[in-house]
Every structure is written in C-alpha cells, then in structure tokens.
C-alpha cells in the first residue's frame, strides 16, 4: 500500500508543482507515489531522460549556428546571441535540479509534513500560498508573454517580407532555405524549444516554492513559540502542570528550530547552483537586452520592443523573486529569537524557572545567529543586493558603450 502523509494546503501546492514539473521531464520530487501507473512512469521516466539528450543536443546545436548562419538580419544576430548565452544556462539549472532529486525529497517531507504536525498557522499557510501562487503566476506569465512576442514578431516578418519563421536559429536549415525538409526541422525546433521552456519555468516555481516555504515556517515558528503563554491562561491546569506543559513545548519548539535550521541549510545546497547561475545569467542577459535595445535594433516597432520588454521583465521577475525570498528568510529567522523571549518563560517559578531561563538563553543565542543565504559563495541574497545587481547590468553595458 502507497504511504500517505497526514493532509495540509502546503502539502497540496507542492503536490500539484512537483506533479507538473514531473510532466515537463524533471524527475519525480515527491514524497508520495504520483497518480500515475507503474507502466506509464516507468516509460515516462525514460523519456525524461531522451529529453535531458535532445535538450543538451539543441543548446549545442544552437552555439553551432555561429558558424553556418551568416545573412541574419541585425534582430536575428541579438536574438541568436541572446539564445546562445542564456539557454546553457537554463539547460544547466535542469540537471541541477536533478542532481539533488533525494535531497529535494528529503527537504519537502521536512517542510510540508514533518514541521507541519509541530504547528501549522493556518493563517501563515495561507499568506504562504498567496505568494507562492502570486510568483510562479507572475513569473510564468511574463515568461510565456516573451516567448509569444518573439513568435509573432517572427510571424509578422514573414507576412511582411515572405522570410521563413525563426524564433531559434540553429545550425541547420540556413535562414534563407525555404524547402519542405527545412521547414519540418523548424517545426521540430520550435516544439523542442517550447518543451525545454516549459521544464526550465518548472525548475524556477520549485526553487520559488521552497524558498517561500522556509522563510514563513520561521514565521510559523514565531506563532507557534507566541502561543505558548496561552499555557498559563488555562484555568483547568494547576501551577506545576502549567510549568511541565510549557517546559514540554518549548523543548518540542526549540527541536523544529533546530530542524528548520537544518532544512534551511539543505535547501540552499540545493538551490545554490540555481541561484548563483542566475545572479551571472541576470547580468549578462540584462546588458545584451540593453544593448539590443539601444544599439543593434534600429527598426524599432511595438511588438519587438515587447519582446525585448518581455524578456528582461522574465529576467529580473526570476532572479528578484529568488534575492527578495532569500531576504525573507534572513529577516524572518532574525525575528524567531524575540519570539522565544516573549513566549511566556516568566511565568515559571523555583526550579522550573532556573531550568527554563537556561534553555531559553541557549536557543536564543542560537537563533540570533545570522540566517545568510549566499549566491557564488560571497554575495549575500537581499533586496538590497538586486538591486546591486541591476546596477552591475547597467554599469557593464555603460563600460562597453
């Protein structure tokens, strides 16, 4: 019999994220079996894995096209040098993710089941999944927005001048050839290249995801060390009885620090190469936007300055929503320790009081350790350091100008 875990709207979301990226061709995360057959994941899996060899065999094909596309137009040269530079990036961010298949098991059991039965804040859960859901709909939205602009902007090139349709430029067919043959593997590309799109938006909403989870369990953690003055304030329990039960659930609270420390930890292991291949990936994109923007794009019209708008909105949109939840976590976590301080210790008397204050000045030293998450090893990951980074984009392209 499949094991099933006790139900919650955090276990939920996750379930329905790791379902569709399990479609997209990442492997199965989840904790639980997925509503599928034996027979149907045992194929899947295999195709998984053909996809991960046609992906890698399209970015390369695509850093090939360097030397055999010749007669591109100035849009198509800013396009082919945009696709050339990002999607090995992208492509990396999947195998990542793969790499720490286990491990993303072992963190999401943490975080939606096993800190879960300790306490969950139905209304913490609540302002979790409003944001998880408001990012991952922000980011797929404008991430689809800039994939279609680029193929209507193609569309509407051979309408206007009767080229054939390129939104990818691989290394074959030329531009210019127009045969039947030739237009089929342009089909294959473009199908090829939604579906590569699709599992990278995936790998994206699971980072968001979880780093959005971590940060409000501190949040959780708050509420829960908060509602433990209402210990005191229940008249059926005697003195003594109130002081056992508090010892007990600060000592059960102290123990889902400790955990969430720890899945804190795993979960930037498992994120760090995501994360710090965008800080690099956000910088360079964002100056050759900048550049096509002001220096390569003469013709100028709506639906190619939306592409471009499109795209870099998709850009700083992934890597904000990466720096601003990374943020939250350093700040939520710095707020946990004043949370056990205001927990209701003082209520407690004699020797229970001696054996409290003990634990309570141990845990709060330990909580007012800085909860730093790093991107390439140095950069701590703030709202403030976005905005570095946008400034590095900026001042990159200003030194090549």
Not at 88 to 95: K, N, Q, V
Not at 167 to 191: E, K
Not at 290 to 303: A, G, K, N, P, W
Not at 331 to 358: D, F, L
């Amino acid at each position: 019999m499949a094991l099933k875990y006790p139900w919650n709207k955090s276990k939920e979301w996750f379930e329905r994220i790791v379902f569709w990226a399990y479609l997209s061709g990442l492997p199965n995360f989840w904790i639980e079996d997925l509503n599928f057959s034996k027979h149907f994941m045992k194929f899947y899996d295999k195709y998984a894995r053909a996809l991960d060899i046609i992906s890698c065999i399209f970015v390369l094909l695509e850093l090939l096209s360097v030397f055999t596309q010749h007669e591109l137009s100035k849009k198509q040269q800013t396009i082919q040098i945009l696709f050339c530079v990002g999607h090995p990036f992208l492509c990396l961010y999947s195998a990542l993710m793969g790499h720490y298949k286990e491990k993303t098991r072992g963190v999401l059991l943490e975080l939606v089941v096993t800190l879960k039965q300790v306490h969950n804040d139905p209304n913490v859960e609540k302002m979790m999944i409003k944001q998880c859901n408001m990012y991952s709909i922000a980011f797929t939205f404008s991430c689809f927005c800039s994939m279609l602009f680029y193929c209507v902007d193609s569309l509407i090139q051979v309408l206007k001048t009767g080229v054939t349709f390129n939104v990818v430029i691989p290394v074959w067919p030329i531009i210019a050839d127009n045969s039947v043959i030739a237009n089929v593997a342009r089909v294959l590309y473009h199908i090829v290249w939604i579906i590569f799109m699709a599992k990278v938006a995936c790998v994206y909403i699971i980072v968001i995801s979880l780093s959005t989870c971590i940060s409000h369990q501190y949040k959780n953690l708050q509420k829960y060390f908060e509602s433990l003055n209402e210990i005191f304030l229940d008249e059926n329990l005697k003195q003594d009885e109130k002081k056992a039960k508090y010892e007990e659930k600060f000592k059960i609270g102290v123990k889902a620090h400790a955990q969430t420390l720890r899945v804190t930890k795993e979960s930037h292991e498992i994120c760090n190469g995501v994360i710090s291949g965008q800080i690099v990936f956000n910088i360079i994109m964002l100056t050759i936007i900048m550049y096509q923007t002001f220096i390569m794009t003469r013709e100028r019209s709506l639906v190619k300055m939306m592409s471009t708008a499109t795209t870099a909105m998709t850009v700083l949109c992934s890597t904000g929503f990466f720096m601003w939840n990374a943020g939250d976590i350093t700040y939520e976590a710095a707020h946990t320790g004043t949370s056990m301080y205001s927990s209701g210790w003082q209520n407690c008397c004699r020797q229970s009081s001696i054996r409290v204050r003990k634990l309570l000045v141990v845990a709060i030293a330990h909580a007012q350790n800085p909860v730093i998450m790093r991107g390439l090893g140095i950069m701590e990951l703030s709202h403030q350091s976005f905005v570095s980074i946008v400034k590095c984009s900026y001042s990159l392209f200003s030194l090549l100008y």
